[in-house]
C-alpha cells in the first residue's frame, strides 16, 4: 500500500493508506452507514461522481462475486474504509476487494479516520473532495477540490443511462425466496434507465412484468410507440433538475398510463408534478432509515441513497397526497395523485441491499396497472 491523501474544499485533510488503482480524482464525499452491501454501494450508478465513505470499521471481509453487481461496474469515484479485509471468507466469493478496485480503476482509501471524517460532514454538509495516491501535495489538492464541477452542475445521468434500449427478463435467484408471480401474460413495463439498479428491475419481473428499458432521453412518443402497460422511472444520481428533458417527458405522460417511481424517478415524478426540489446537508445513504407510511403508521425500516428531495409546501395538496415522511428529518419519502395512477417513494425496496419491509410496493404497482386496465 502507498500513502494517499484526502482533501476537501474547506482545507480540512485526511490521510490514509492507498489501495485499489493508484492515481487521482475529485468527487462529492458522502457517508454510508450500511454494515453489509459494499458490493451493491460500489456499483449502484446514483454514486456517480460522489466519494463513499462506510461507516462500519471493517469492510472486504467476504470479498466481491459476479452475482450481486448492480450495474456493469464501479460507479464511485473512490472508496473510504477504516480497515479493508485482506482476508476473503465467503464461497460466493471471486476475488478480494482490492483487486475488484484495481481492475475497475477505483481509487481506495483505508486507515482513515472515517469517524472523524463522517463527523466533519455532518457538521458542515457534504462538499467537493480531491484524492491522491500519486502527490500529496495538500494545497494543491485544495484547490483541485475548489474547483471541480458542482454535483449539480454535471447531467450525471446522461454518464450512466443506457445507450440504447434493451429488454430485461431476468427474475431474482430462487434460492434468495422472494414472492414471485407467474402469469401467462405478463404486463409490459418501459422503464426510464437514470441509472437502474438491476435488482429493481428484477423485482418488477418477479412482480409479473415483462420490462423495456429506454435511455432517460427517451421521447415520450417513443415510450407511447411500445403500447406499455405502465412506466417505471428509475434511480440515478445527481441532482434532477439537471434532468429536465425527462422531466419534460414525464408531464407529458401524466395521466395516460400508470406510473411508479424510485429514488430520483420520485424527485422526477414531484418536478412533474409541480413540486420544487433542495439539497440535503448530506443526504440519506444507508440501509437504517425509518419511514412512516402515513396511511396506516406503520414505520419501515428502508435502504436509501439521495442527495436531494422534493419540498413538502410545494405540492399541490389537492392532487398530490404525501403518503411517506422520514422519521429521522421529515422530509418527503412518498406520494401519490389523488386521480391519476402514480406513486412513487424516495426509498428502495428492492432490498439489495436492505430489508424487505418494502417488498409489497411492487405488487402494489402491477395491482394499479391491472386496475388501470380493467
Known amino acids: 500500500m502507498r500513502d494517499a491523501i484526502l482533501a476537501l474544499e474547506d482545507s480540512k485533510i485526511f490521510y490514509g493508506r492507498s489501495f485499489g488503482w493508484q492515481g487521482e480524482r475529485t468527487g462529492e464525499v458522502v457517508f454510508n452507514t450500511s454494515m453489509t452491501g459494499y458490493q451493491e454501494v460500489l456499483t449502484d450508478p446514483s454514486y456517480k461522481g460522489q466519494m463513499v465513505v462506510m461507516t462500519y470499521p471493517h469492510i472486504g471481509n467476504y470479498g466481491i462475486n459476479s452475482e450481486d453487481f448492480e450495474s456493469d461496474g464501479p460507479k464511485v469515484e473512490a472508496f473510504l474504509v477504516r480497515e479493508v479485509s485482506r482476508v476473503v471468507s465467503n464461497w460466493r466469493a471471486d476475488q478480494d476487494l482490492e483487486t475488484f478496485l484495481r481492475q475497475h480503476e477505483v ?28 502527490n500529496l501535495d495538500q494545497e494543491r489538492l485544495v484547490q483541485i477540490a475548489r474547483e471541480a464541477p458542482d454535483i449539480s452542475e454535471r447531467d450525471l445521468v446522461a454518464e450512466v443511462t443506457c445507450s440504447e434500449p434493451y429488454e430485461w427478463a431476468e427474475g431474482s435467484d430462487p434460492e434468495w425466496g422472494l414472492p414471485r408471480v407467474e402469469r401467462g401474460v405478463r404486463l409490459h413495463v418501459v422503464a426510464y434507465d437514470c441509472g437502474v439498479k438491476r435488482n429493481i428491475l428484477r423485482r418488477l419481473v418477479d412482480a409479473g412484468c415483462r420490462i423495456t428499458v429506454v435511455p432517460a432521453a427517451t421521447p415520450a412518443a417513443d415510450v407511447r410507440a411500445l403500447r406499455p402497460d405502465g412506466l417505471f422511472l428509475s434511480n440515478g444520481p445527481g441532482d434532477p433538475e439537471q434532468v429536465s428533458y425527462l ?109 424487505h419491509d418494502a417488498e409489497p410496493l411492487f405488487q402494489r404497482f402491477v395491482e394499479m396497472i391491472e386496475e388501470w386496465k380493467g
Open 107 to 134: 481509487i481506495g482509501l483505508s486507515e482513515v479516520d472515517t469517524r472523524a471524517l463522517t463527523r466533519h460532514i455532518r457538521s458542515f454538509g457534504v462538499m467537493k473532495a480531491a484524492i491522491s495516491t500519486v
Open 247 to 355: 422531466i419534460q417527458e414525464v408531464r407529458s405522460l401524466l395521466g395516460q398510463l400508470p406510473i411508479f417511481g424510485i429514488c430520483l424517478g420520485h424527485q422526477v415524478l414531484g418536478l412533474a408534478l409541480g413540486g420544487r426540489r433542495f439539497k440535503l446537508k448530506f443526504g440519506h445513504h444507508g440501509g437504517n432509515q425509518p419511514v412512516k407510511d402515513l396511511e396506516t403508521g406503520w414505520v419501515q425500516i428502508t435502504a436509501q441513497n439521495y442527495n436531494f428531495a422534493i419540498a413538502a409546501d410545494s405540492l399541490d395538496s389537492s392532487a398530490v397526497e404525501i403518503t411517506h415522511i422520514n422519521l429521522n428529518d421529515h422530509t418527503v419519502e412518498g406520494l401519490r395523485h389523488r386521480r391519476w395512477p402514480l406513486f412513487s417513494v424516495q426509498y428502495h425496496p428492492e432490498a439489495a441491499s436492505g430489508p
